[in-house]
């Protein structure tokens, strides 16, 4: 057995598009993994499915920040960070036995050409009766401290810095916005972003004994990520990596399933023959007249959208196709072989004669089909996801296309949003394709080329 | 049991169906078989040796039009057996059978000690590592290297193969193994070494053989009796001995006479015209228009006449 599976690999070794096939596959495996063991099903989900108050940090409708290399102007990245988890620095000192002072300081270098959509700062502090006080304030690079808050803060008091009236008064004479007044060169009449390292600083005072001040600062630019974001700031990675496993489970679970049952009803149609295998036949000329299309349509729209569901569907659909005929001549010719009939008569079962005889003839030309004919499923869930009958739970590749294309994404130019699950899909098909043309030629010697 | 024949036929036929009409490949054949005894089937092509075979053990093509008589294997009607039982209890349990061609008979796909071991597998209950150790004793039996037991099919020569087959009926100790043209497509020297292989398996462990076989000479060597099949019909039963002495029917002259023979200044003779065919029979005797002392009798159906435990179905012994 290993040796057999040795020269079988040493055979596919001569194809290299068999050994693309093979890495992209491998990749497409070791993605599924990271991305089941990076974002666990329910926390895949709830992050999926949450709404503002999950991604209320990501700017809508960003692309992707590598998409920076390919232009310009620089966009700005969008960023946050966050006092609970220590990555905004926060000091402490103690003024009095009621009385706490807090200092938070985050320094960013800006080197956009562009202006973020906006800046943003989420307390979370406690306090039972006395608000703390907090002051924030920008240093821009070229040492200006422009004051943005100055006030109490509530338990979730939000700064949205594009709606500081002191900001917006103190730009509007100069006829700029706030992003454009904060981030350009007030020494220029055009507007030129100003790089280089801006500082934030907002300093708070406590007045109860149990009081406390956390704040969270989102810098929400243009850019974000390594996948870019949708329309409910999802971060895309979430679908891209849970599109893999996904995929691959369709893909696979959908093709073995198809052809192993395909194979099993054909031996079983041409070893017994007569009625099983007439009525076989023309359940099989029945379904090819059917649409297959439309009925997984009526399946979505009418019983259930799980993706298991119309997997199922679609896998009862494909059992009775062309294929069983092309089986079914094979086995007509293996049936009437030599070996058959010896089996018969030293009293081999039907099911022996079908399982240890027939079926295991057929193995080397189911190979090549079954890695074939995965990409064929992802593509339809894909598909499905498209027309709108996509699992309403899943992040999947096919979800993210069909968000992408209601919301118009090429129309308004979001192309990385469409892009990326398309890209994924050809990879995956591409893989699988590579891989079974190169199978096909190892087990297929009448393929082989000299 | 002594005083019944391990295997009686009776009245034992076998029509196909075609298009051209019903082909009477075994019509009404008669003979018996006694523990320990091997009888040679010879005949020409297409005279139905096959069909017999298959006929016995029941393995029927899908066109099947008629199929009956009576086969007793050691006494117990076979014939009344369901498809399950005769699987169970007849297959590779009462009788055997080496297949025509059986260098295919063997799956490519499996290693020939596993293939070997199928038929023990199957009806003897054993488990894999008991299975094993009889394929290597049927093996060292038909004379396999032990070593070919996880070879495949295809790295075994041809002469390898056949013995392979002959394990493999071996493997269930059945008293009855029928041989189907076993030493066909085979040189001289293997067929000679098989046909010591299948007189030691007599000898030794006591089994009855129905050979078939165009090949008259060699067979000479194993037979205990002759049966001459022309038409679809059994036309002379004889002892060996006899037989090769001076055979009755006509149609066993002239088989013999087309036989070459060394020392002898005869060509060998050939018999002129063709057998008839099967699906559209002449009227009574078979065999008269090519025989050359046809008579006005022929023209009925002849019966078989017994005499001196030898049958033969001509109506020059009437």
Redesign the interface.
Same mark, same amino acid.
Request: glycine share 0%; hydrophobic share 55%.
């Given at each position: 057995m290993l040796k057999t599976l040795k020269n079988t690999f040493a055979e596919i070794k001569r194809y290299p598009s068999a050994i693309v096939g093979i890495i992209i596959i491998f990749l497409m495996i070791l993605l599924a993994v990271y991305a089941v063991i990076a974002y666990p099903y329910t926390k895949a989900i709830t992050l999926w499915r949450g709404g503002e108050d999950v991604w209320y940090m990501n700017p809508k409708y960003a692309p992707p920040a590598w998409t920076n290399w390919f232009k310009t102007e620089k966009e700005p990245v969008s960023f946050h960070v966050d006092s609970a988890d220590g990555t905004l620095k926060k000091v402490v000192t103690n003024i009095s036995a009621d009385s706490n002072s807090y200092t938070f300081t985050y320094s960013f270098n800006f080197q956009a050409d562009s202006d973020p959509q906006d800046l943003m700062l989420y307390f979370d502090n406690t306090y039972t009766a006395k608000q703390p006080f907090v002051n924030v304030s920008l240093v821009t690079p070229d040492g200006t401290n422009i004051s943005v808050y100055q006030g109490g803060a509530s338990a979730q008091q939000n700064v949205r810095f594009t709606q500081q009236q002191k900001l917006i008064s103190r730009f509007a004479s100069k006829n700029r916005t706030v992003m454009q007044g904060l981030f350009s060169d007030p020494k220029q009449t055009a507007i030129v972003s100003k790089k280089g390292i801006y500082q934030l600083i907002i300093t708070g005072t406590t007045f109860e004994k149990d009081s406390d001040i956390n704040v969270q600062f989102v810098f929400f630019g243009t850019v974000y990520g390594i996948a870019g974001t949708d329309m409910n700031r999802r971060d895309l990675m979430i679908p891209i990596l849970w599109g893999t496993p996904i995929a691959l489970a369709f893909g696979l679970v959908g093709s073995l399933c198809t052809l192993l049952l395909t194979m099993i009803i054909a031996a079983i149609g041409s070893w017994y023959g007569g009625w099983v295998d007439s009525l076989i036949q023309r359940i099989t000329e029945v379904n090819l007249v059917l649409p297959f299309l439309p009925i997984l349509i009526m399946v979505g729209t009418f019983f259930s959208r799980s993706i298991w569901v119309i997997l199922g569907a679609a896998i009862l659909l494909s059992i009775f196709t062309g294929q069983i005929k092309s089986y079914r001549a094979i086995f007509l010719q293996i049936r009437e072989s030599g070996y058959i009939e010896a089996a018969k008569a030293y009293g081999a079962s039907d099911f022996r004669i079908i399982f240890k005889y027939l079926i295991p003839r057929m193995i080397p030309l189911l190979i090549p089909g079954l890695v074939s004919s995965v990409p064929s499923f992802v593509f339809l869930e894909a598909s499905l996801a498209v027309l709108g009958l996509g699992d309403p739970v899943l992040p999947t590749w096919g979800k993210t296309i069909d968000d992408a294309f209601v919301h118009g994404a090429l129309y308004k130019g979001y192309y990385y949003w469409m892009v990326e699950p398309a890209l994924l899909l050809m990879i995956t098909g591409l893989g699988f394709a590579m891989l079974g043309f190169a199978l096909d030629r190892v087990f297929n010697p009448k393929l082989r080329e000299m | 049991m002594a005083d019944k024949p391990l295997l009686q036929v009776e009245d034992l036929c076998l029509y196909f169906r075609t298009t051209h009409g019903n082909v009477r490949a075994v019509d009404h054949v008669n003979f018996s078989l006694d523990y320990n005894k091997a009888v040679v089937v010879v005949g020409e092509s297409g005279c139905g040796k096959s069909s017999l075979t298959k006929a016995i053990?029941r393995?029927l093509p &899908?066109n099947v039009d008629t199929y009956t008589g009576k086969v007793y294997l050691e006494g117990k009607d076979v014939m009344t057996y369901s498809e399950e039982d005769f &699987?169970?209890k007849v &297959?590779?349990?009462g009788m055997? #059978?080496v /297949?025509?061609?059986? #260098?295919?008979?063997?799956? /490519?796909?499996?290693k020939v000690g596993e293939q070997v071991a199928? /038929?023990a597998l199957?009806?003897m209950g054993v488990t894999k590592k008991e299975a094993v150790d009889l394929v290597r004793k049927m093996f060292q039996h038909v004379g396999v290297p032990e070593v070919f037991i996880d070879r495949y099919p295809f790295e075994l020569s041809g002469g390898m193969r056949q013995r392979v087959?002959i394990a493999?009926a071996l493997v269930t100790s059945p008293n009855l193994i029928i041989l189907d043209e076993p030493t066909s497509a085979l040189d001289v020297l293997t067929q000679a070494n098989i046909f010591n292989v299948l007189k030691r398996i007599k000898k030794e462990l006591g089994t009855s053989f129905i050979l078939i076989t165009h090949d008259i000479a060699t067979s000479s060597e194993l037979a205990d009796e002759v049966a001459v099949m022309y038409a679809g019909q059994m036309v002379e039963l004889n002892d060996a001995f006899a037989f090769f002495k001076e055979p009755l029917h006509p149609y066993s002259k002239k088989l013999m006479a087309s036989v070459p023979r060394l020392r002898t200044e005869k060509e060998p003779e050939f018999i002129i015209g063709q057998p008839p065919s099967l699906v559209d029979l002449p009227a009574g005797c078979r065999f008269k228009d090519r025989c050359p002392f046809a008579f006005d009798r022929c023209k009925q159906d002849p019966p078989v006449i017994v005499k001196e435990g030898r049958s033969v179905r001509c109506w020059l012994y009437a």
């Open positions: - | 053990l393995l &899908r &699987r169970l &297959r590779w349990v055997s #059978m /297949p025509q061609a059986a #260098m295919n008979s063997l799956n /490519p796909v499996i199928e /038929p199957i009806h087959a493999m």
